[in-house]
């Protein structure tokens, strides 16, 4: 397994991948196993803006590594730090003004950010504009106790995009621009590279497997929408929404559970994306045909807007209210 990655090796090292003789070949893999210092810990973390400018931070998503393994995960919303710009990233990233306006600012969620990093090093897929946004957030608020400088780029070690390295380790991406996704890619990146496995594999019975494809399965009622006068609360985005579930949610396993709830507050639930939808409620692993059709109708002009668990978690916590 290690000598298929070699020839890269020599390369990059030597200038060439040319075949050396056997005993050099051996002397130069065993310096390399030695000398290379691997990270076992570490926090990955990505962001996404609002608008071009570095302090409109509105979205951070944070994966912590310990021994190799991901162990925590981090995600929130942002209230940006306002600006004079026209124009904002919605199409890219789906996270408009409004979603964030009853947000926490950056300086609310530093204290969780500078406890959840601690010493550990920080990792970004592209340090130019992470840690760039970090910087440039913790001045404006007049902020410390993040050690920015100690940072490690996965860019620069590979020289690949995000989603070009993801193919290239087979890693799963989720959805591309969603902070927390994106943060966890990175730190799968950096564990390929260094030669840790990373598998995304099902890992149980064929009974196990049989219930996870059932708990993704809806009762016929749950698709039929409520009259008005049954929802309770019509102050929601669900409410005459026509609401696509795609991915698992941690909070939520079963998908009908999570429709019947939604349903309850007049949304509209469909099996497909299709030119009607006005809402996606995007899990983690959400199908890649889904994502493909939503970047496309978006493409079209259609506005769909895409709800993440963390706020979902909020939505539904206030409908129950």
Known sequence: MFFNIFP??????????????LHSLYLCTLNYMVSMDKVLNFVAIDFETMTAERTSACAVGMAKVVNHDIQQKFYSLINPIPD???????????ITPEMVALSPTF????????????????????????????????QYYG???????????????????????????????GCHHDALDDAIACAEVLLAYQGDVMADTFHGSIDKAIQQFAYKKYEHDTLVPL??????????????????????????????????QLQALGANINTAITRKTTVVVM????GP????????????????????????????????D
């Open 227 to 260: 009259e008005d006068e049954k929802v309770s609360n019509q102050d929601t985005p669900f409410f005459h929404a026509s609401v696509v579930i795609t991915g698992t949610f941690r909070a939520y396993p079963n998908r009908n559970e999570l429709g019947k």
């Open 84 to 94: 004079n710009r026209e124009h904002n990233n919605s199409n890219i990233h789906g």
């Open 283 to 286: 899990g983690n692993e959400a």
């Open 8 to 21: 890269t090796f020599l390369e990059k090292n030597f200038g060439h991948s040319k075949t050396l003789p």
């Open 289 to 320: 045909a889904k994502i493909k059709k939503i970047e496309e109708l978006r493409a079209k002009g259609h506005e769909i807007r895409l709800i993440y668990e963390e706020e979902l978690k909020q939505i539904l916590h206030y409908g129950e």
């Open 143 to 173: 902020l410390q106790g993040i050690n920015t400088e100690n940072n490690i780029c996965t860019y620069e070690l590979t020289k690949m995009s995000l989603e070009d390295c993801c193919r290239y380790y087979h890693i799963n991406m």
């Open 107 to 138: 300086a609310q969620i530093f204290p969780i950010m500078a406890q959840f990093i601690g010493n550990f090093p920080i990792v970004c897929h592209n340090r130019g504009a992470d840690i760039n946004i970090l910087q440039r957030c913790m």
